[in-house]
T-cell receptor, first 116, second 114 residues
Framework: DTEVTQTPKHLVMGMTNKKSLKCEQH?????MYWYKQKAKKPPELMFV???????INESVPSRFSPECPNSSLLNLHLHALQPEDSALYLC???????????????FGAGTRLSVL | AQSVTQPDIHITVSEGASLELRCNYS??????LFWYVQSPGQGLQLLLK??????LVQGIKGFEAEFKRSQSSFNLRKPSVHWSDAAEYFC????????????FGKGTHLIIQP
């Protein structure tokens, strides 16, 4: 089973709202990732968590706040977003980040976010 | 800088014909290489991967890819495409250290003609 589950599938929010995206995996993976994908573009890395600790933040604006409460769950808290933040947000997980086959990343179906 | 290049933005292939999607990488050392497929509005599904060893790797859905170090390439092939193969295909790379996220090419949009 290589399933990564993301909720909700779709989200519409205003620029003053606070919302959260959720990602869950039960593969025992210890690395989890957030990617942002704009229309007709490749995914771009936002954050990497390794063993529940933030290891990479790709200079993402503070209106995006990641959280990894346990090894199976990854959240992305959203606040005061801009219309240009509308995108598909993808979560991925891998066994860990130590290299080789342990780095194979499995993706969820994504959350389609629209900011009005 | 590390990069992955997919030179073809769109490719149109007739159903039943063979397919080759190109991918080149630019890394200091040979990275780990992947091909992912994305159907409209969906997440990414891993087709196949190369880490080391045999340069011809087999994946799911009848796809294969060949790693050529001399050409810094990792091209994806399928001998006979089906209409359901229409999708966006991404080549991706990961440095040997493994602590980073994936670097993706810009993608190739595959169109299947009946």
């Amino acid at each position: 089973d290589t399933e990564v589950t993301q909720t909700p599938k779709h989200l519409v929010m205003g620029m003053t709202n606070k919302k959260s995206l959720k990602c869950e995996q039960h593969m025992g993976h210890r690395a989890m990732y957030w990617y942002k994908q704009k229309a007709k573009k490749p995914p771009e890395l936002m954050f990497v968590y390794s063993y529940e600790k933030l290891s990479i933040n790709e200079s993402v604006p503070s209106r995006f706040s990641p959280e990894c409460p346990n090894s199976s769950l990854l959240n992305l808290h959203l606040h005061a977003l801009q219309p240009e933040d509308s995108a598909l947000y993808l979560c991925a997980s891998s066994q860990d980040t130590s290299g080789g086959t342990k780095n194979i990343q499995y993706f969820g179906a994504g959350t389609r976010l629209s900011v009005l | 800088a590390q990069s992955v290049t997919q030179p073809d933005i769109h490719i149109t292939v007739s159903e039943g014909a063979s397919l080759e999607l190109r991918c080149n990488y630019s890394y200091g050392a040979t990275p780990y290489l992947f091909w992912y497929v994305q159907s409209p509005g969906q997440g990414l599904q891993l087709l196949l991967k190369y880490f080391s060893g045999d340069t011809l790797v087999q994946g799911i859905k009848g796809f294969e890819a060949e790693f050529k170090r001399s050409q810094s390439s990792f091209n994806l092939r399928k001998p006979s495409v089906h209409w359901s193969d229409a999708a966006e295909y991404f080549c991706a790379a990961l440095s040997g250290g493994g602590a980073d996220g994936l670097t993706f090419g810009k993608g190739t949009h595959l169109i299947i003609q009946p």
